[in-house]
């Protein structure tokens, strides 16, 4: 069977292949079976089990000769190959490849395309699960049984028969939706092209976070420990606090004894907030509630501070902990298929959301970013294109007075609106730069800090309302957010229109304008489209999704282009160290001490350089490097173009 196998195998120049395991973790899951498709209604199936007790790894199959063939026939770039969801696989094959022969996929080596991403593009409100997208393209259909049994690694127990033709079913329309699927990206326009660059596309993006998974992300395990304690011992401090309050022990973590204990015990007053059954709620809004009423209450306090270290320990510090590889680096999963935009996220775990340095009580402060510390010899670069999706905007908008004060003169964006909607704002910069001018006196030092604060104030509340703004905010949800009456934001809109009128017609008319087609198309050729829909409250959404798409999908483009490029740099140079996380306009890379400042310029370069699809425009950065990731940007210094590179990095 096997001799016919690579007998059509090596005939074949494009084909399928996947893979069915018995976990969706590659860190414990075992490969049942390589599926492959060489040609419409015909698939081939090796399992690695025999018998009903599912002995996995059938010797007789995986001899070193077997594999040695599978890896070079994966490699032989002469060949195309289709893959569902393409990272997953290839990362079960990496670590099957690992442990069989001793080494690795080569992803450069791999002419592999991702069918997944391929759905995305042309349809981007379409369910990518591959048992839905098969029967829509093609005449292959699953059967309901086939489907269940492979949930919750429930497929381990299937038998052989039904394998092979669920498997089978995957393998034979992966191919035959890639085929379909990369005819209509062709003819749109969407492969490598003068509207789609080689750096933006989804391969070389897919081809990219491989490696950046498999580099993986440096974790210090003395300061993770250090971190550890220290949270731990809050949360047992915090907890008997709430035993001496209560007389009695009770499982803080448990919503029915906290819910016993808060209204039976402590009779705190019940409130309109109850939960899907009817009962007294315990969430954040009760907490909220409570607390405004009861300020200086020791329970609710320890309670408040509980919850706060308890959600940083079990997501920042035993979460990670469990993540750790053999190899004590966190090797998390990045996708860029999923994302109506193509901005890169990361899951498992997701280190787009470790937080940055926090007071939590006075004088105790948390930094997770530290426990990101390059091994001993090695520094840390990093690079942030901050603010880049308000300038993406600003550029849609074709407002030149907002574009010239952003590349021109170089200004900062929250700051810009800040002055236009707070009148006394440039007077408190104004004074605040000329007193430095002045003798120092007790008066007047405390006149330039309560400037400051004013200044700080009113920049967190522009900083609000742009956030919102460019997701499509109503003014009653801007009001809400900033504290403030409907007039107000009415007249900050003013403030803002006066100076900005083009960007404030923009953010007013570009989605009402996108609901006329039910299609926006950003420069690098990504659509979002949207159904017309009867319903005014769809409709309000659709628009909000419409302004925001243009910013976030350019700033995403722009930066994942810049990653692929960095990571170029890196190999075409030989270099040790690589990129090993993207939080949103954030690229953050390790590398040996004597390679920092060949990172540094890599960096620089790629992501300052001049973006023809937003008119040639570059985009100013934050850089810096450190022992850690929370150094690094405490050290940034800010870039606007190479020369100021060469300043002060030189």
């Known amino acids: 069977r096997l001799e016919y196998f690579w007998k059509v195998a090596y005939e074949s120049k494009l084909y399928a292949l996947d893979t069915e395991g018995t976990s969706l973790d590659y860190r414990d899951n075992v490969i049942i079976s390589l599926n492959f498709s060489f040609a419409p209604k015909e698939a081939y199936v090796i399992t690695f089990y025999t018998g009903e007790n ?29 893959f569902h969801n393409m990272k997953f696989d290839l990362r079960m094959l990496h670590e099957w490849f690992l442990r069989l022969l001793g080494y690795g996929i080569e992803i450069d080596k791999v002419h592999c395309y991702e069918t997944m991403g391929m759905v995305g593009l042309l349809d981007e409100n379409m369910s990518q699960r591959l048992k839905i997208v098969v029967p829509m393209h093609t005449d292959l259909r699953y059967s309901r049984d086939e489907v269940d049994d492979v949930k919750g690694g429930k497929i381990k ?26 005819k209509e990206m062709h003819d749109k326009g969407l492969w490598y092209g ?36 220290l949270v731990e011992g809050k949360l047992t401090g915090f907890e008997r606090t709430m035993w001496k309050e209560a007389r009695q022990k ?18 705190y007053p019940e409130t309109e907030i109850k939960t899907k059954g009817g009962k007294n709620s315990t969430d954040k809004n009760v907490m909220a509630l409570l607390m405004q009423e009861y300020t200086d209450d020791p329970f609710l306090i320890a309670l408040d501070y509980f919850r706060k270290y308890d959600s940083i320990y079990k997501t920042f510090v035993k979460g990670l902990q469990e993540r750790l590889g053999p190899d004590g680096r966190l090797h998390p999963d990045f996708g860029f298929t999923r994302t109506v935009s193509g901005r890169i996220v990361c899951y498992n775990p997701n280190l787009a959301n470790i937080p940055r340095a926090k007071e939590f009580e006075e004088g105790i402060f948390l930094t997770i ?36 004060d952003i590349f021109l003169h170089r200004q900062d964006f929250h700051d810009m609106i800040a002055r236009s909607a707070y009148p006394n704002y440039e007077k408190a910069e104004a004074f605040v730069k000329r007193s430095m001018q002045y003798t120092m006196t007790s008066e007047l030092e405390e006149r330039i800090a309560s400037a400051k ?99 976030q999908s350019l700033a995403a483009y722009t930066e994942r282009g810049a990653l692929v490029r960095i990571a170029r740099g890196c190999e075409k140079e030989n270099m040790q160290g690589y990129p090993f996380n993207i939080v949103y306009d954030a690229i953050i890379a390790e590398c040996p001490e004597e390679e920092t400042q060949d990172m540094k310029i890599i960096m620089a370069e790629e992501m300052l350089r001049p973006v023809p699809e937003l008119d040639d425009r570059v985009f100013g950065i934050e850089m810096g490097e450190g022992d850690n990731w929370h150094s690094a940007e405490v050290n940034a210094k800010k870039l606007f173009t190479m020369d100021d590179f060469e300043k002060i990095f030189v």
């Open 54 to 82: 599912s002995e996995f790894e059938n010797k007789s199959t995986l001899n070193s000769h077997f594999v040695k063939q599978l890896w070079d026939f994966l490699h032989d770039g002469s060949r195309r190959v289709f």
């Open 250 to 267: 009770f499982n803080v973590r448990s919503t029915d004894q906290l819910r016993d204990i808060m209204y039976n015990v402590m009779q």
């Open 157 to 182: 127990k299937m038998p052989k028969k039904k394998l092979v033709n669920y498997a089978g079913i995957d393998a034979d329309g992966t191919r035959r939706i890639g085929i379909k699927f990369a």
């Open 369 to 404: 970013r530290e426990m990101f510390a390059a091994r001993p010899g090695w520094r840390i670069v990093m690079a942030d294109a901050s603010q880049i999706e308000y300038k993406c905007a600003a550029i849609l908008s074709k407002d030149h007075k907002m574009i010239d």
């Open 194 to 229: 003068p509207y789609v660059g080689k750096d933006y596309s989804d391969m070389e993006v897919g081809k990219t976070l491989f490696k950046m998974e498999l580099f993986g992300a440096p974790i210090d395990r003395t300061k993770m420990a250090e971190i550890r304690h």
């Open 453 to 551: 604060i004013k200044l700080k104030d009113w920049r967190v509340d522009a900083k609000k309302f742009n956030f919102a703004s460019i997701f499509g905010a109503e003014v009653e949800t801007l009001a809400r957010q900033l504290g403030v009456s409907v007039e107000r934001v009415d007249e900050i809109i003013d403030g803002v229109e006066a100076r900005y009128p083009n960007f404030w017609n923009w953010i007013r008319n570009v989605g009402k304008e996108a609901l006329k087609t039910g299609e926006i198309i950003n420069r690098f050729q990504r659509h979002r489209r949207l159904p017309p829909t009867p319903d005014e409250r769809v409709t309000a959404e659709q628009e909000r999704k419409f302004m925001n798409f243009g910013p």
